[in-house]
T-cell receptor
Framework: AQTVTQSQPEMSVQEAETVTLSCTYDTSESDYYLFWYKQPPSRQMILVIRQEAYKQQNATENRFSVNFQKAAKSFSLKISDSQLGDAAMYFCAYRSARGTSGTYKYIFGTGTRLKVLA | NAGVTQTPKFQVLKTGQSMTLQCAQDMNHEYMSWYRQDPGMGLRLIHYSVGAGITDQGEVPNGYNVSRSTTEDFPLRLLSAAPSQTSVYFC???????????FGQGTRLTVV
């Protein structure tokens, strides 16, 4: 069974600085998707960035980028030029590329709470 | 475009009471799921559906029932609420070919 581990329950970063959130996963599959979701106090789950396992190039979305190390099964999120609005809970998630019987399941990590200090 | 709508946003129940958490999506997504979020546990899958009339159990299905009579709606029923079901519940939907899941804003349920 697949697992997703976020070993940092909480992180802090100064405004305008860079922070990296860690995520490791375990799977026997070769094709899958990885995601980072942001959950602000409003509780809405917002997709931050997505990475397809078959792509070697790391995904980037504005100030957000990932360091995807497939062999090490590592998927860290880097936030550059941190802003107060980045303060939230961040979840790493795994999804198989192919489901059994047409089903797909997301597996989430336990989350990392990011605090941004002014 | 409302996306995924969950009601209610907050609910307090007494042990043994029953209730239904509503989830509706207007994006014609085939896949819908219910998760619960507990501190230190991440999101755990309760039940999911790959289309109208088809449902299956997730990781933590005990104490919950679902049905999917239409593509739009996927209600989650608690038949006899227990304090262990105190949690934040999220509904999500996704079309088959898309990788991104769209989440509702969650329902905070407290069982006393």
């Amino acid at each position: 069974a697949q697992t997703v581990t976020q070993s940092q329950p909480e992180m802090s970063v100064q405004e305008a600085e860079t922070v990296t959130l860690s995520c490791t996963y375990d799977t026997s599959e070769s094709d899958y998707y990885l995601f980072w979701y942001k959950q602000p106090p409003s509780r809405q789950m917002i997709l931050v960035i997505r990475q397809e396992a078959y792509k070697q190039q790391n995904a980037t979305e504005n100030r957000f980028s990932v360091n995807f190390q497939k062999a090490a099964k590592s998927f860290s999120l880097k936030i550059s030029d941190s802003q107060l609005g980045d303060a939230a809970m961040y979840f790493c998630a795994y999804r198989s590329a192919r489901g059994t019987s047409g089903t797909y399941k997301y597996i989430f990590g336990t989350g990392t709470r990011l605090k941004v200090l002014a | 475009n409302a996306g995924v709508t969950q009601t209610p946003k907050f609910q307090v129940l007494k042990t043994g009471q029953s209730m239904t958490l509503q989830c509706a999506q207007d994006m014609n997504h085939e896949y819908m799921s219910w998760y619960r979020q507990d501190p230190g546990m991440g999101l755990r899958l309760i039940h999911y559906s790959v289309g109208a009339g088809i449902t299956d159990q997730g990781e933590v299905p005990n104490g919950y029932n679902v049905s999917r009579s239409t593509t739009e709606d996927f209600p989650l029923r608690l038949l006899s609420a227990a304090p262990s079901q105190t949690s934040v519940y999220f509904c999500a939907s996704r079309p088959p070919a898309n990788t991104e899941a769209f989440f509702g804003q969650g329902t905070r349920l407290t069982v006393v």
